[in-house]
Every structure is written in structure tokens, then in C-alpha cells.
């Protein structure tokens, strides 16, 4: 199965695309750990897209192409991939078709978490991490045993400096220019399934796994 997960910020993608790449039996592939893994093995892309990291830039789309098809072509990704955070663009869309046609390959559906804005600033405005081992809280549908303290260390709870109220803003409009014309492409492309993202997580998932059996009755070519 090759899936890419797509939604705005605090949709719940590296959650689903954790538990696909679970049940499909392929790797999680995000683009975080992509760019991480490239920095600290100081190749070649991986210098080029910490340069611009570091600048609080977005990595350029032809390095990130590049980097995307290095990590597909690994054997761990030849049976499937799940991506998460890519494509992020138009134009990296259209990358990931070329890199899947010349292996006569296509995707099998671009998944959209759909989520209200409502409901993406309840998520992400209750998110509390824990300053020591990163674990991740909800003061509503994940609360600490003890407020502001991490059950696994004890240590400080903090809310990330890009889950406040401005910065929530700011990532909703970079997501509404970038990322909105890439569901426009696959929906043209007849691949796009969108998902209901505001029910639970099992819910979710089964919705997700529901549409992909639906979808694979109807059609097994690339589009």
C-alpha cells in the first residue's frame, strides 16, 4: 500500500500513518525524520536542508523531492510506504507521480484528515509536552495524573511555543496556501479520500481502512 496522509496542523497524521504503516506491514515515513536523519549524517541534501532549517525556512521542493525518493528506494520501501508530511506542495505531488511512474508504480490514495478549525485550536491549544522525555498530553482527552507533571518522569509540562493561540494562526494560513492546492490535485487525479479527522482515533482508523477496501473494489490501476 502506498498512502500519503495530508491534513492541516493537529489533524492527527502521524498518528494514523503510525498505525497504517502498523497494518499494512510498510514504513512510516515522515519528512521530519527524513530531513533529521540526512542533517545528522551531514550528506550532501541533508547539509542543503539544514541551511535552510536553520534559517526557519521551508526546505525547497527540489531538494526535498530528492531526499523523499533517496528514503523510498531504501528496501524497506518497496512493498509500501505511508507519508507523512509530503507532499506539502503542488509541486512535490507531482514529484512523487514521476518518482512512482518511472518504477510503474502509482499511488494508492492521498488520505485528507478533515478537521474544523474549531476543533484544531481545542487540539493543539490543549497540548502539553513533557520537558524531559516528550511525552504528549491533552488537558481534555489526555490529561496528566497530576496537573503540569509527566506520569512517566515527573518532570515539567509545557505547552510548545507552536501550539499557541498566534503561532496556531500562522501554521493554518501557511497550510491554507501550500498544502489546500495538493487536495486539489489528487482530487483531479481521482485519488483523494476524505476522512471525517474529529472522532476518535480508533474511529478514525477504521473509517480510514473502511474507504481503502471500498476504493480497492472499484479500481487497482494507476492513475
Same mark, same amino acid.
Given at each position: ?5 495530508? @491534513?492541516?496542523?493537529? +489533524? @492527527? ?7 497504517? +504503516?502498523?497494518?499494512?506491514?510498510? !514504513? ?26 536553520? $534559517? /526557519? ?27 507523512? /508530511? ?6 512535490? +505531488? ?49 490529561? !496528566? ?8 518522569? /515527573? ?31 489528487? $482530487? ?8 471525517? @479527522?474529529? @472522532?476518535?482515533?480508533? $474511529? ?20
Amino acid at each position: 500500500m502506498r498512502l500519503v496522509i495530508l @491534513g492541516a496542523p493537529g +489533524a @492527527g497524521k502521524g498518528t494514523q500513518a503510525s498505525r497504517l +504503516a502498523t497494518y499494512f506491514n510498510c !514504513p512510516h515515513v515522515s519528512t521530519g525524520e527524513i530531513f533529521r536523519r540526512a542533517i545528522k549524517d551531514q550528506t550532501r541534501l541533508g547539509k542543503e536542508a539544514d541551511f535552510h532549517i536553520s $534559517k /526557519g525556512q521551508l526546505v525547497p521542493d527540489d531538494i526535498t523531492i530528492e531526499l523523499v525518493e533517496q528514503r523510498i528506494e531504501e528496501p524497506d520501501s518497496q512493498f509500501g510506504f505511508i507519508l507523512d /508530511g509530503y507532499p506539502r506542495t503542488p509541486n512535490q +505531488a507531482i514529484g512523487l507521480d514521476d518518482i512512482l511512474r518511472q518504477k510503474s508504480l502509482c499511488l494508492d490514495a492521498a488520505i485528507h484528515l478533515d478537521l474544523s478549525e474549531k476543533e484544531i485550536y481545542r487540539r493543539l491549544g490543549n497540548r502539553r509536552v513533557c520537558t524531559i522525555c516528550g511525552a504528549i498530553y491533552h488537558l481534555d482527552s489526555l490529561p !496528566p495524573k497530576h496537573p503540569g507533571l509527566c506520569d512517566r518522569c /515527573g518532570s515539567p509540562l509545557v505547552q510548545r511555543e507552536d501550539d499557541h493561540l498566534d503561532t496556531i494562526k500562522a501554521r493554518l494560513v501557511v497550510y491554507r496556501q501550500m498544502t489546500k492546492p495538493v487536495l486539489s490535485y489528487y $482530487k483531479n487525479r481521482g485519488t483523494l479520500l476524505v476522512i471525517d @479527522g474529529e @472522532g476518535d482515533i480508533d $474511529k478514525v482508523f477504521k473509517t480510514i481502512i473502511n474507504s481503502l477496501e471500498t476504493r480497492s473494489l472499484k479500481t487497482n490501476d494507476c492513475h
